[in-house]
């Protein structure tokens, strides 16, 4: 089980991390998905650099029409989670703790939006990109995973 900082500074374990150990091949089911996802990702042109760029111009309301959309159908579901106890699909419950903010979510979102705007790529759609045949991604995917090592190894450190 993982364990992270609550607010008082005590570790609070991982809720929703399953206990439940299956064979290997149950998470094949996982990997469907995000092949899925990916392809769904690439005829949707949300992986395309160009369709990046007009978002960051301010020339075309394709991607911020594909946030927004993903961002309503978030909270419609995180509304539906909480308000009809839905379960995994192994029956566990699903707990969402509560957050609080910090200007470190500023500054992290500015260096995150900073990097998707140069290199045209967020994490989600840098293997839609590799599958899609966009090698040149490598360089951000190997940037990417540094920057998440970085930020693990330095986390206690950081202002939060």
């Known amino acids: 089980m993982t364990t992270e900082k609550t607010e008082f500074g005590k570790d ?53 029409g594909v946030i927004g959309t993903g961002v309503v159908l978030g909270m419609i579901s995180v509304q539906l989670i909480k308000r009809l106890n839905i379960k995994t699909i192994n029956g566990e419950p699903i707990v969402i703790a509560n957050k609080t903010f910090n200007k470190g979510q500023i500054y992290g979102g500015l260096i995150f939006g900073l990097g998707w705007a140069i290199t045209g790529a967020c994490p989600g759609p840098l293997f839609a990109q590799i599958g899609a045949g966009f090698y040149v991604i490598f360089i951000t995917f190997l940037a990417a995973t540094f920057g998440t090592w970085v930020y693990g190894k330095f986390k206690d450190k950081l202002p939060h």
């Not at 609070?12 to 290997?24: F, L, R, T």
């Not at 094949?28 to 996802?37: C, D, E, Q, S």
């Open 12 to 64: 609070a374990m991982c809720v929703n991390e399953s206990k439940i150990q299956g064979p290997w091949w149950h998470d094949l089911k996982y990997t469907v998905v995000g092949i899925i996802f990916g392809i769904a990702f690439v005829k949707a042109e949300i992986v395309s650099w160009f369709r990046i760029q007009e978002m960051f111009r301010l020339d075309s309301f394709h991607m911020y």
